[in-house]
């Protein structure tokens, strides 16, 4: 099919029964009929997510690009890339200052508050008011690591939709950096599932009850002295790494701005973080 043929085709499956979409089942059908949402959609989403598709927004199927062309890409921006020893040396490389002290497998305790002038948090909203109004609902993720001999799968990353295979994608590294030449290779298998306190949280849901507790966190943030709540899990979206920078690059400009003029650095909540 030419670009042409398939639109009219994928108009001629898309279910036309429904007219406005109340979840993302609905917004999968109208938009791309059942067979390509059962395909594609519909066993990925129960993975990732825990739950039925149909008890999630409609608007995250807007984050999932459909195009008419050969390109691959999962983002759509014009430049894409890594860099290129990776993100462990750049941030080795950031730390590595004499005024930066580090302390690593440290948990920051609400005790230690006092003893800083600003804090930076990018831990979870919740934890940082100690759930004191609930509890918002991540994502975890299990990785499970592989070995094998040359290539195993020939591409980054590979997703698995259908809901019988229990991981949700498998990633091979090497392929991130085409540049470098490895005889062997590491491959994971990702799992998802409900996030508990004692594991890493990765995706916020945001379903209807989260976003109930999530305006009143945000109002608690906003009243807090001393603060910066900042990043995915301080500000509880989801959020890419070119974000994620552009965020921290725009609030370290603002922060050293108060304090050339002297300005008491003001505990503010990242005001993007809102949306
Ligand atoms: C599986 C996966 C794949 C992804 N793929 C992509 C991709 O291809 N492209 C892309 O652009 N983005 C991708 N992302 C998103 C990207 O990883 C995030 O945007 C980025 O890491 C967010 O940075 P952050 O600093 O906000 O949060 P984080 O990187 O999570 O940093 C927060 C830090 O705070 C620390 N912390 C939390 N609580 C405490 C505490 N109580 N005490 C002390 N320390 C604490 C954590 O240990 C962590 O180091 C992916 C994310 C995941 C999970």
Known sequence: MNPQEAKDWIKSIASDDIQEPKNFEEQALKFIGKDLYESFFKGYTKKQWGCEPSSLPASILKRLPIRFNYDDNYFSHKYQGMPRDGYTYLVQNILSHENIAIKLTTKFDALLKNEFDHIIWTGKLDEWFDYKKGHLGYRTLDFIKFEAEGDFQGTAVMNYGNEE?????????????????????????????????????YYPIRLVDDKKILDEYIKLARDERGVTFAGRLATYRYMDMDVTIREALDLSKKMLKDIVQGKLIESFYHQEGIS
């Open 165 to 201: 295979v229990p991981f949700t994608r498998i990633s091979e590294h090497k392929h991130f950096t085409p540049w470098e030449e490895h005889h062997r290779t590491i491959y994971f298998k990702e799992y998802s599932r409900a996030c508990t306190e004692k594991d890493i949280p």
